[in-house]
């Protein structure tokens, strides 16, 4: 598919996906004409690179671990899996934020629940 296509599958500008591709996170065959052309699979490769941006995954991390990932390269190396885990432990903390901050809500609208009287 062309990068139009990719772009109205996945929600991402066209701008976005040539940004994936300079960053090493996305590869296009090109057509004899010059146009990329994207496989089914960078369907979800983009929703992925979408999920870990939000995360607060760099794109040069990602960029470093997607050859393991994708089965560019067969074996992670131990500074990969290390950083893996290291993301991992980062977002956890963001979960352990948020829900506490939750929980701060929650208690909040009881109490402000209470206080209008409405049950």
Do not use: W
């Not at 950083?83 to 402000?112: F, K, P, W, Y």
Request: aromatic share 4%.
């Amino acid at each position: 598919m062309r990068i139009g296509e990719l772009s109205r599958r996945t929600g991402v500008s066209v701008r976005a996906l040539r940004y994936y591709e300079q960053q090493g996170l996305l590869s296009a065959a090109r057509t004899p004409g010059g146009h990329r052309e994207y496989a089914e699979s960078d369907v979800d490769k983009v929703a992925l690179v979408q999920r870990l941006i939000s995360a607060g995954v760099p794109s040069a991390k990602m960029a470093q671990i997607f050859p393991c990932v994708f089965g560019e390269q067969s074996k992670p190396t131990t500074e990969v899996v290390a950083d893996l885990c290291a993301e991992r432990e980062r977002i956890n903390g963001m979960i352990d934020d948020l829900l506490a901050s939750r929980a701060i809500l929650d208690d909040m609208i009881t109490d402000a629940r209470i206080a209008a009287g409405v049950g």
